[in-house]
């Protein structure tokens, strides 16, 4: 996080177009609403569940809650599958497969992995991290299988009588294992691991504001994308990307956001472990 | 009673006292005898008892006063003889639980005749002011088993069972709606001879439960006997459920309520630990875990007393059986759908090997990733506190309304 009012020296510089944004915007809300409505099945032996689930407005409350979520972030992933099919359909934008701006993984980001690791023991210098790191690569594939074992056991489970015309009964047994325990994962590592790569870490902390205004100062860029900074400086592509500074009001919401996000999801988190270790 | 009896045989030479005679003094509403305790007999109450009305005179109860000319007579004197009138209740009373506490202890708290009948008002039962009326009885035997004092003192093990009962269906449908068929105290403990539980001839014997209970529930006492448990009580299983363990014996809860529902899932799990596990982790179990019973529990697919095994055609859990069960909440469910397993145990491998891969592959991915990720984190927090040091260095001082 750097400083927010424009100065000279800071130009700001575009990274997320507004669609990103609120497809993050969205997968946001509607995975924290999954997990507030969820986790109380999941850990419904303790005392918390049974309150949460009441506050929620009882099993029945709870249950259409988390439908609707899920519809949500069904439709997130909708929009984003569709998003990716028209940037390669219509626009033949092929680099989204392979290339410095893939979210696909790469043999550089193997590299990059032992590189970091190797600075981390402070036994090497920081990679050269293009436009997506392997965390970040790991967070947006963890996500996309989220989306499939997770929404998938989901609609099974959502849908029982039609897929068990053509599905077997133990299908059903599969799907509320693997729903819930796809889902424990994701709520700790969403929680936890995102939380501390993307904003909670001292270089980000409390937040990186970059996915909800959407600019970065191009400084910021520069240092810890030098890559992607190098390769957009070369093509001449900069100039194109510099944009004002977030407003004030982008700024408060953001901060009003993240905060309620990160304070919902910690404490979540917390009666997961809590649950877990008893 | 013996003694009792023997100074009964004394037979009277000159008249024996009258009621008035005696009344001289007893009925002297401050009459007392040395220690103060009053000795009055109010004549009305006595006229209008069972004893009054047939005519009795005081000296047919106490009949160490039968033949007696001093007056006043001594303060000791033999208690009132019941037995010599009603032979065959104090043949019944002896053979009871309180009769026994009495021998056993002495001048005990126990109940004998007066304590629950009264002295000189007893009414007839069916007469709605007596204590043993049907709708008063609950409140005859509180005295007693409802009475904390009493409880401890008398070492009653099975506690305040007045309040259970008061609050129970049972309770609930004489004291509040005033229904004289509705079981009091003595329907499932008989009146005179009440027995322990463990006395084999006791109405709430273990054995004889059912049958107690089926003395009005006919219908679900057939549904028991048939089904498993009734079997296995009959071939003298001790494990087999009777009435009271599922339904307790003085806190009988109406069957639909969320409580009870929410309930019977512990009983049954007392015998059947392993299917209440197995249905704690479905989203049957885990929303009653929740407290909340709109879904199926255990009597939802076993039903309550006619439970078979499922091997047995007639069960609801049976292969051909389980489709019209799982309807039952899944309407237009079909038999693909019916192969679910409420109980599923994805540590039997043989259960389930599907289950059983799928949970292991689960547990070792999230402990895979959270080791992975835990370790890079760990790493990455020292680096990071510094590089936000460095960073900071490297760039201008912080301009006003900065954070830094």
Known sequence: ?278 | MVVGASIASGAPTVPSPSNEDCLTCHGETDAKRADGRPIFVAKEKFASSVHGQAGLACVDCHTALAASTEFPHPEKLAPAQCASCHADVASEYARSVHAQARRREGASLAATCADCHGMHDIRSPKDPSSPTYALNLPATCARCHGNPDVIRRGHIAIGNVAALYEDSIHGRAVLKSGLVTAPNCKTCHGMHDIRRSSDPASLIFRGNVPSTCGSCHQGIERLYQEGIHGTLLRQGDKRAPVCTDCHTAHHIQQADVEAWRLDVVKECGNCHAESRETFRDTYHGQVTNLGFARIATCSDCHRAHDIHPAADPRSTVSTTGRVATCQKCHPGTNEKFARYDPHPDPKRRARNPLLFYAAIFMKWLLVGVMAFFGLHTVLWFPRSWRARREGNAEKPPPREGEKR
């Open chain 1, 1 to 278: 996080m750097t400083s927010e009012p424009a100065s000279p020296v800071g130009r700001y510089v575009a990274r997320f177009d507004p669609f990103d944004r609120f497809l993050h915007f969205l997968l946001m809300v509607t995975f924290l609403g999954l997990a507030l409505t969820g986790l109380p099945l999941l850990f419904s032996t303790h005392a918390w569940a049974a309150v949460l689930s009441r506050l929620l407005g009882g099993f029945r409350g709870a249950a259409l809650f988390h439908r609707a979520f899920a519809f949500g972030m069904l439709a997130c992933f909708g929009m984003h599958l569709a998003r990716l099919g028209y940037r390669l359909v219509v626009r033949k934008d092929w680099g989204i497969l392979w290339g410095p701006h893939s979210m696909v993984p790469q043999p550089r980001d193997v590299v990059q992995i032992l590189q970091n690791f190797r600075w981390f023991i402070g036994r090497g210098p920081r990679p050269e991290f293009d436009r997506y790191a392997y965390w970040e690569k790991f967070d947006y594939w963890a996500v996309f299988w989220g989306m499939g074992i997770i929404g998938g056991s989901g609609l099974v489970l959502w849908f029982p009588k039609f897929f068990a015309r053509f599905l077997p009964g133990t299908v059903f047994n599969l799907a509320l294992l693997i729903h819930g325990e796809e889902a424990l994962l994701a709520v700790c590592f969403i929680f936890t691991i995102h939380f501390f790569n993307s904003h909670l870490r001292p270089e980000k902390f409390p937040v990186d504001k970059v996915i909800f205004t959407g600019v970065l100062p191009e400084e910021e860029l520069r240092h810890e994308r030098p890559a992607e900074y190098e390769r957009i400086a070369a093509s001449g592509q900069l100039e194109r990307l510099v944009s004002s500074p977030p407003t004030s009001a982008t700024l408060v919401w953001t901060r009003v956001s993240t905060l309620l996000a990160v304070a919902l999801g910690l404490v979540l988190v917390l009666l997961t472990i809590w649950a877990l270790l008893r």
